[in-house]
């Protein structure tokens, strides 16, 4: 039982670059979320899925996109890197729809040039 | 939207230290969770409550919900060593939705 796991640890990207997050989760949670830290900030939620095949929009959600194929994966991904998308990502699964039951995982850090 | 004040941001102190953390909302909320994040890891919940004036300890961690429903605060006894990370207080609303605080970063001194 590995929880939520995140690839990459760390990333570097180049302006206009893309590319893909990978989540994925082994405890058979229906919500996955996308949260993005800031220093010296919380965690700001970007997407959320309530279920394989439906996702939706969280509080920053500009510049991102998700998919939510399967119940164990949700990936995120950058469409055009942009020095703003400069941060650490985290993952989150849930059982239940309430936060407190929410399982992080260790975060992609991502450096945009 | 609401605004959510965390503080202090940082707090440098000595092992064996009590440490308070507080958290203000300009708005009523339902649900308080305060969480701990240590280098390299994401957050853990520490502790949730639910209800006005409630007062919940985890070991030698203690949160209460103002009676207010607009603010909490978590007290850390007798530091130690390995309480060093970022705390954050996280409010839910009823329609699902959260704000997390900016964190304090707590420092303990051996």
């Known amino acids: 039982n590995a929880g939520v796991t995140q690839t990459p640890k760390f990333q570097v990207l180049k302006t206009g670059q893309s590319m893909t997050l990978q989540c994925a989760q082994d405890?058979?949670?229906?919500?996955m979320s996308w949260y993005r830290q800031d220093p010296g900030m919380g965690l700001r939620l970007i997407h959320y899925?309530?279920?394989?095949?439906?996702?939706d929009q969280g509080e920053v959600p500009n510049g991102y996109n998700v998919s939510r194929s399967t119940t164990e994966d949700f990936p995120l991904r950058l469409l055009s890197a942009a020095p703003s998308q400069t941060s650490v990502y985290f993952c989150a699964s849930s059982g239940q729809r309430n936060q407190e039951t929410q399982y992080f995982g260790p975060g992609t850090r991502l450096l945009v040039l | 939207g609401q605004q959510l004040n965390q503080s202090p941001q940082s707090m440098f102190i000595q092992e064996g230290e009590d440490v308070s953390m507080n958290c203000t909302s300009s708005?009523?909320?339902?649900?308080w969770l305060w969480y701990k994040q240590e280098p390299g890891e994401g957050p853990v919940l520490l502790i949730a409550l639910y209800k006005a004036g409630e007062l919940t300890s985890n070991g030698r961690l203690t949160a209460q919900f103002g009676i207010t429903r607009k603010d909490s605060f978590l007290n850390i006894s007798a530091s130690i060593p390995s309480d060093v990370g970022i705390y954050f207080c996280r409010l839910n609303t009823n329609a699902g939705k959260s704000t997390f605080g900016d964190g304090t970063t707590l420092t303990v001194k051996p």
């Open positions: 899925s309530v279920g394989a095949g439906i996702t």
């Open positions: 405890m058979n949670h229906e919500y």
């Open positions: 708005s009523i909320f339902n649900t």
